[in-house]
């Protein structure tokens, strides 16, 4: 399995990114995927999570009602979208994605990972 993910950038506070994460080598609609960001000196920490089907999804509270998260099963792809950003949203991004045996279970810790991307950088201009 293989994670590539782009999209990131350089964006005024207040502007709007989207992120996509391709995944190839498996049937990507039985794998739950989810967002990490690890800002500089910092941790790494779930940012947002969706399930095989698309129906179930999970967000951190500093990103609810700014950042989106959606999948395309025909396209292997899920997307981040985020609005509204703010220097604090200023990290290296990476997705990850897990195989999971029910469709709407969500997976929201970094070890219950399998597969990581390659990480994609965004920064927030204040």
């Known amino acids: 399995v293989q994670l590539q993910a782009c999209g990131g950038g350089l964006v005024q506070a207040g502007g709007s990114l989207r992120l996509s994460c391709r995944l190839s080598?498996?049937?990507?609609?039985?794998?739950?995927m989810a967002w990490f960001r690890q800002a500089p000196g910092k941790e790494r920490k779930s940012v947002v999570a969706i399930s095989w089907s698309g129906e179930k999804t999970h967000y951190g509270d500093s990103v609810k009602g700014r950042f989106t998260i959606s999948r395309d099963n025909a396209k292997n792809t899920v997307y981040l979208q985020m609005d509204n950003l703010k220097p604090e949203d200023t990290a290296v991004y990476y997705c990850a994605a897990r195989p999971a045996t029910s469709s709407n279970v969500i997976f929201t810790q970094d070890r219950e990972f399998d597969y990581w991307g390659q990480g994609t950088l965004v920064t927030v201009s204040s």
């Open positions: 080598g498996r049937t990507f609609s039985t794998y739950g």
